[in-house]
């Protein structure tokens, strides 16, 4: 880690001294590292579309991509971007004064699509699937309006997770938030580089930073998500088993095609027995 003052990049400037902090630190860019790494997601000359919400998990993903950045560890260029979607009352001075105070790189776009999803959503019902949709196409074409080859995230392990469980209750599929998509056009990559990290560990960097969190208040806000409650239920495991969260992750990367039941991920009709084992000696 950079110690001095002028080796640091501003999103670093005021980082707690503690060791605590700095094993923290350590342990999300190794993290982060590790999942760029293993998934591929580093193309010379690339320049990534670093997508900022104002949550804790976005300013994490910012602050370790440029750490590796400042290392040499990741040789793409960063571009900030925030959508402001028009929610009623979001503070839109905040992240522009953020990312010129932290010398970021950044295009800060107004799309009203708050006033889209409350039209088409009927009152009671969860805006989640429609509003993504919104933004996904919004932060597709400032991508290719920006020059960008990916689209950067992000969701961390237990977003992940949980879609992961969401999918298996309530979509009768085995899928989950892959850390490097590429989209249904062929032009984009979609990346997650905070895989790995656990959003508890992005909780303690962005408040032990003092980065200006804006919660979200169009959806986060709504009673009985259905990610809401299979949050509650990983919650559950995670206190009676310390480390559930950990070993099922682990599980979405150990896959077993022969030992599942899809038929288009392995051969069965065409699984053979060998005729010509001899067993006579048993």
């Not at 997601?41 to 590796?68: P, Q």
């Not at 990312?99 to 107004?110: C, D, F, G, N, Q």
């Not at 709504?222 to 919650?235: A, E, F, N, P, T």
């Amino acid at each position: 880690m950079f110690d001095n003052a002028d080796d640091i990049h501003p999103l670093f400037y005021g980082a707690p001294k503690t060791t605590e902090f700095k094993k923290l630190r350590k342990r999300i860019v190794q993290n982060v590292r590790e999942a760029v790494d293993q998934y591929g997601m580093i193309e010379e000359g690339a320049k990534w579309l670093v997508c900022l919400s104002g949550g804790k998990d976005s300013y994490t993903l910012l602050a370790v991509l440029y750490e590796l950045k400042w290392r040499g560890l990741l040789p793409v260029e960063l571009v900030a971007c925030n959508l402001d979607q028009g929610q009623p009352g979001f503070p839109a001075t905040v992240l522009p004064e953020f990312l010129e105070k932290m010398e970021v790189p950044h295009r800060i776009e107004y799309s009203d699509t708050y006033s889209i999803v409350m039209d088409k959503i009927p009152q009671g019902r969860t805006f989640c699937a429609l509003c993504s949709r919104l933004r996904r196409g919004n932060l597709y074409r400032i991508a290719r309006e920006e020059g960008c080859s990916a689209v950067v995230l992000g969701h961390h392990r237990d977003d992940i997770l949980e879609t992961f469980f969401m999918n298996l209750f309530h979509g009768g599929r085995l899928a989950t938030m892959p850390p490097k998509l590429l989209n249904e056009e062929g032009d984009l990559f979609v990346y997650r580089p905070l895989a790995h990290v656990a959003e508890a560990d992005c909780e303690r960097f962005a408040r032990a930073m003092n980065y200006p969190i804006i919660p979200c208040d169009l959806c986060g806000s709504q009673d009985g998500l259905q990610r809401q409650q299979v949050k509650q239920i990983l919650d559950g495991w995670e206190k009676n088993s310390p480390g559930r969260r950990n070993v099922m992750f682990k599980a979405l990367m150990n896959i077993r095609p022969s030992h599942m039941l899809d038929p288009k991920l392995f051969d069965f009709p065409g699984l053979m027995r060998d005729l010509n084992v001899d067993n006579s000696n048993e």
